[in-house]
């Protein structure tokens, strides 16, 4: 008996090991490091980025070229290549490819990633009050929006949220309806007789007519859904971190997208979005303060301090600033919050 129990002791110790053999993934050698950049190292423009690749130990095959892939560059090189930061850049991440191309007619691939400051500090500007409009102090605002003589505007909460549209005039409500109780209204845009509207968690757009406010289709996104634009051909949408993305109005595919930046690192919680004069507006979400970035490479040109267009110590209940609406007969903005008494309509200075 005692024989028999050494007899499965050792067979549980081989199967054991043999398993544990047969499971064991095996390890990717690595022939080529890159020795420079460093792995997410900060550039700003103008900048030169040293490449540098350098062969492993044990590595004795040689190089015959290297190229390195940049966006749409493509530069030969052997182990060692300067790269120069330009103006050209998108802001943010990027990635870094390199192949290396072996006598034997072997190759492999490699990847460094590297980010990519602005160099340029925002300008801050200056602006005047030009009118002051009443504003219901019941809406928690998501998006605003003046086309065609209409006011539109989302307030957002789970099963308090609503759209509304009105006289841009005398701002009396000529049309409202209520949203799903389950979904949390956030930022809108008028494109091609449509109004897009999305919501915040639910990866869900709504589809309204712009006239009757009747839902028409809804749409789907893998992200949250924060702010709203449109640059008359793409929608261009915020998800509260520092990215924006163009997406196509008739497929909601992605087009392409952004990273926000100034020369302090990336802008994050970008929410209410307005496109204008080639430009987008944002409001930060938690600051009274609205960045404008150039759509092109998520550069924040300027920023428009508006922390004391009202005093909140005079008020018990009321939010962050968030709305941004566009006057093009006017060259205004306007400019309200989450639970505002007030609309203000402002006029910029320096621009």
């Not at 007619?105 to 500007?125: A, C, M, N």
């Not at 008739?250 to 979005?273: A, C, P, T």
Request: aromatic content about 12%; proline content about 3%; overall charge neutral.
């Amino acid at each position: 008996m005692k024989n028999l129990n050494i007899l499965l002791i050792l067979f549980l110790l081989f199967q054991s090991c043999s398993n544990e053999v047969k499971n064991k993934s095996p390890r990717i050698k690595s022939n080529i490091k890159i020795d420079s950049p460093l792995s997410f190292e900060i550039f700003y423009e103008d900048d030169t980025v040293e490449v540098r690749i350098s062969k492993t130990i044990n590595n004795n095959k040689k190089i015959k070229k290297s190229l390195l892939i940049n966006g749409n560059d493509t530069l030969s090189f052997t182990d060692k290549i300067d790269l120069y930061i330009n103006q050209n850049y998108i802001y943010g991440y990027n990635t870094l490819r390199v192949i290396v191309y072996y006598g034997d007619g072997s190759i492999e691939k490699y990847s460094r990633q590297i980010t990519v400051y602005p160099k340029q500090k925002p300008s801050e500007l200056e602006y005047e009050i030009i009118k002051i409009l009443p504003h219901d102090p019941q809406i928690y605002t998501q998006g605003l929006i003046l086309y065609e003589n209409h006011f539109y505007e989302s307030s957002g909460q789970y099963g308090k949220s609503f759209l509304r549209k009105y006289t841009s005039d005398d701002l009396v409500i000529s049309k409202e309806i209520k949203i799903d109780p389950d979904l949390f209204a956030e930022g809108i845009a008028i494109l091609n007789d449509k109004l897009f509207m999305l919501t915040w968690k639910s990866n869900k757009g709504l589809v309204f007519d712009k006239n009757t406010l009747a839902l028409l289709d809804s749409f789907e996104y893998n992200t949250e859904g924060w702010g709203l634009t449109n640059n008359e051909r793409e929608l261009i949408m915020s998800d509260g971190s520092e990215k924006i993305r163009f997406v196509d109005p008739s497929n909601f595919k992605i087009n392409k997208e952004i990273q926000v930046f100034d020369n302090l690192g990336k802008v994050e919680s970008l929410n209410e979005l307005e496109y204008i004069n080639g430009k987008i507006f944002s409001n930060i979400y938690g600051k009274d303060k609205i960045a404008v970035i150039n759509p092109l490479n998520g550069l924040v040109e300027n920023y428009i301090n508006l922390e004391k267009i009202i005093n909140k110590k005079n008020y018990k209940n009321i939010d962050v600033m968030n709305g941004i609406a566009f006057n093009k007969k006017s060259n205004t903005l306007y400019i309200t919050g989450k639970w505002w008494p007030s609309l203000y309509e402002i006029k910029l200075n320096n621009r």
